[in-house]
């Protein structure tokens, strides 16, 4: 079992950076790849990143891709969401996800095993 936690969502201005954790619980955390997804209000939840067990490989979908970076502290049982350049379309809410596996369909949330509550995230133009 992993509970996950997110924090560090806010409004601020197109442009700016934020920067989302996710703290989890368990010893197994280490165990999990580790998604980012994003639901904007009456839209889908859609993919953001995710991250392998070790840290050493990302995947990201193309509207994120150069502007966001996820990374991992497994001794801290964290993982990141570096957000930068942010637009006024990147305004949702934010969750982390984990699954056992980092290859195979880690952008769909079906293959995702645990979620978090989510933080709000609001882009200003």
């Known amino acids: 079992q992993v509970q996950l936690v997110e924090s560090g969502g806010g409004l601020v201005q197109a442009g700016d950076s934020l920067r989302l954790s996710c703290a989890a619980s368990?010893?197994?955390?280490?165990?999990?790849?580790m998604g980012w997804f994003r639901q904007a209000p009456g839209k889908e939840r859609e993919f953001v990143g995710v991250?392998?067990?070790?840290?050493?490989?990302?995947y990201y979908a193309d509207s994120v891709k150069g502007r966001f970076t996820i990374s991992r502290d497994n001794a801290k049982n964290t993982v990141y969401l570096q957000m930068n350049s942010l637009k006024p379309e990147d305004t949702a809410v934010y969750y982390c996800?984990?699954?056992?596996?980092?290859?195979?369909?880690?952008?769909?949330?079906?293959?995702?095993?645990?979620w978090g509550q989510g933080t709000q995230v609001t882009v200003s133009s």
């Open positions: 991250i392998s067990v070790s840290g050493g490989n990302t």
């Open positions: 368990g010893r197994t955390f280490s165990s999990y790849a």
């Open positions: 996800a984990a699954r056992r596996n980092y290859y195979g369909d880690s952008h769909s949330r079906h293959t995702y095993d645990y």
